[in-house]
C-alpha cells in the first residue's frame, strides 16, 4: 500500500546523476577494482576492528546484499565493504537488480529473502515488515543510529515502535540552481528567507529576466517535480509535524494547508512574469523534460531553478560546479533564518537474518567509519551521518548537501509522495498537478487528489 513507483521517478532521476558519480569516483580512487587494492588496504588497516569483535568469529561466513544499486554505481559500494571484510574475515556477496522493489517483496513474501536489503522508501520497508520476515536492528547497530543520526531519520526506519533499518545514504532535495557568475555580475545576493526569494525574483524581473524555468517531463512519472515544490512549500508554510500529517492522510489533502502550499508554487511556477525563462510560457513546463529544464541557466536565459542535489549529473560533463564554478546551488530558504525544513530521501539497511555476521555488518553500515570510508570513494552521494568528515567528500555539490543535512538545526522529511499509497504518490498526484500547471485551478487539483485516496 506504500512503498511504489515512486522510486521508478527515482532510478529515472538517478540514472544519470549515478553513472556520472562513478567517473568521479574511479577518478578518486584510481580505477577499477584490479588497482585498488593498496588504497583499500591502507583503510582497512587504520579502521578499528575492536566494534566487529563483539560478535564473535565469522571468519569464512557470508552476508548477501540486495539492492536496486546496479553496475556501474555499485563499485563504490562494493570498494567500501573491504575494511569490513578485511576486519573480520567475513564475505559480503552483492546483488544490484534494476527491479529490486517489486523483486524484494516478492522474495520476502516467498521465504527467500536476501541477508540484507537496501530500501529506498520508508513505505516499502513497512511492507516488508509486514511480511513477518524482516529482523529487528540489533543493539549494536540502534546505538551507532542512535549517536550518528537524528531523531528524525531514526523514526523512519521504525515500525510500530520496533527499530529496524539503520539509514544508509541520503538525498537533498530542497536546493536552487544558479550562476555565480551571474550573482556576482548583477549584484544578486543568495536568500536566507521566503520573502528574500521572492524579493530575488522580482528584482530578476525589473532587470528583465524570467528568473525561473522548470521542467516536469518523465515519462509514466510525469509530474513528480511539482511534487517535490508542492512539498517543499509544504514544510516551509507549515511545518514539519503538520506535513507529517498530511503525508498520512491525517489531515485531508484538499485542506487549507495544502491548498494554501500548491498557491505558494503557483506564484512561482504560474507566474507568466517569472517562467519559463529560455523554454517558453507557464505551459512549456509540461512538455520540457526535467533534465533540460535547468540547462538554460548556462545559457543566460533563466537564472533560478528548483531541483535535488542529484540534478548536477545533468549538466554538461565540462560544467564547472562550486561557488565560484558555472553552476551551484543554495538551499531553498525557510520562511525566517532559523527555520530549516529539508526535504530529501535516502536507503535504509534492512535486514532478514539475525546471525551474527549480519549483525556485524549492519554495525558496520550504520557507523561513521563506514561513511567516512564511503565518501572518499565516492561523488554524488551522501548521508546525515554526523560522524561524516563533510572534507571526504569531493562533490561542492555533496559538501552542501551534508552541511544542510547535518546543520543541527535541520529538520529533515521524506519525500512525501514517495510515502502515500501508490493511488496518490505516483498517480493522482503527479497527474492532476500536471493538469494544474497546463491551466487546472489549485482548488480541483487538491480535491481530485484528495478524491484519490484509498477509502
Not at 568469529?57 to 571484510?85: Q, R, W
Not at 555565480?180 to 548583477?186: G, M, R
Not at 509514466?220 to 498520512?248: C, H, I, N, Q
Not at 487528489?449 to 477509502?455: D, M, N, Q, T
Request: aromatic share 10%; hydrophobic share 35%; with cysteine.
Amino acid at each position: 500500500m506504500f512503498g511504489h513507483s515512486g522510486s521508478s521517478r527515482s532510478r529515472v532521476a538517478l540514472a544519470g546523476a549515478l553513472s556520472v558519480g562513478l567517473a568521479f569516483s574511479l577518478t578518486a580512487c584510481g580505477g577499477s577494482d584490479d588497482s585498488e587494492g593498496g588504497s583499500t588496504d591502507s583503510s582497512a588497516a587504520a579502521i578499528d576492528c575492536a566494534p566487529y569483535a563483539a560478535f564473535g568469529d565469522i571468519k569464512g561466513k557470508t552476508v548477501t546484499i540486495y539492492t536496486g544499486i546496479v553496475t556501474p554505481e555499485d563499485t563504490p559500494h562494493k570498494e567500501s565493504y573491504k575494511p569490513f571484510e578485511q576486519c573480520t574475515g567475513a564475505t559480503i556477496k552483492y546483488e544490484g537488480d534494476k527491479a529490486f522493489e517489486t523483486q524484494i517483496l516478492v522474495r520476502a513474501q516467498a521465504g527467500n529473502p536476501p541477508d540484507v536489503a537496501f530500501v529506498p522508501q520508508p513505505g516499502l520497508l513497512q511492507q516488508l515488515v509486514a511480511t513477518g520476515k524482516a529482523v529487528e536492528a540489533p543493539k549494536e547497530t540502534s546505538d551507532n543510529v542512535d549517536k550518528h543520526f537524528g531523531a528524525d531519520w531514526k523514526a523512519y526506519g521504525t515500525v510500530d515502535g520496533k527499530f529496524y533499518a539503520a539509514p544508509l545514504g541520503a538525498n537533498v532535495k530542497s536546493l536552487v540552481w544558479y550562476s555565480p557568475k551571474e550573482f556576482k555580475d548583477a549584484g544578486y545576493t543568495v536568500p536566507t528567507t521566503l520573502d528574500q526569494l521572492k524579493a530575488l525574483s522580482d528584482k530578476m524581473v525589473t532587470d528583465g529576466k524570467k528568473p525561473w524555468c522548470a521542467g516536469i517531463s518523465s515519462g509514466e512519472a510525469t509530474g513528480w517535480p511539482l511534487t517535490d515544490w508542492m512539498e517543499d512549500f509544504m514544510l516551509r508554510l507549515s511545518g514539519p509535524e503538520t506535513y507529517d500529517k498530511w503525508v498520512k492522510h491525517e489531515i485531508p489533502f484538499n485542506g487549507p494547508e495544502a491548498t494554501a502550499a500548491l498557491d505558494a508554487v503557483g506564484a512561482y511556477l504560474k507566474n507568466d512574469q517569472y517562467v519559463n525563462g529560455g523554454l517558453g510560457d507557464v505551459k512549456s513546463i509540461a512538455s520540457t523534460t526535467f533534465q533540460d529544464a535547468g540547462l538554460p541557466i548556462l545559457e543566460g536565459t533563466c537564472s533560478l531553478h528548483r531541483q535535488a542535489s542529484f540534478y548536477a549529473a545533468n549538466f554538461p560533463k565540462d560544467t564547472q560546479i562550486g561557488e565560484d564554478g558555472d553552476i551551484f546551488a543554495f538551499y531553498l530558504p525557510g520562511k525566517d533564518e532559523t527555520a530549516k525544513p529539508v526535504l530529501g530521501g535516502g536507503e535504509f539497511v534492512l535486514a532478514f537474518a539475525d546471525r551474527p555476521e549480519v549483525k556485524a555488518f549492519q554495525t558496520y553500515l550504520s557507523s561513521d567509519t563506514w561513511a567516512n570510508a564511503k565518501a572518499k570513494l565516492s561523488s554524488g552521494w551522501v548521508s546525515a551521518n554526523k560522524g561524516l568528515d563533510v572534507n571526504n567528500l569531493k562533490n561542492p555539490i555533496d559538501k552542501l548537501s551534508a552541511e544542510i543535512l547535518l546543520d543541527p538545526n535541520s529538520q529533515f522529511r521524506f519525500d512525501g509522495s514517495d510515502m502515500m499509497p501508490a493511488a496518490v504518490g505516483s498517480n493522482a498526484f503527479w497527474k492532476q498537478t500536471t493538469n494544474w500547471i497546463t491551466g487546472q485551478d489549485t482548488k480541483a487539483t487538491v480535491d481530485n487528489i484528495e478524491k484519490a485516496w484509498p477509502k
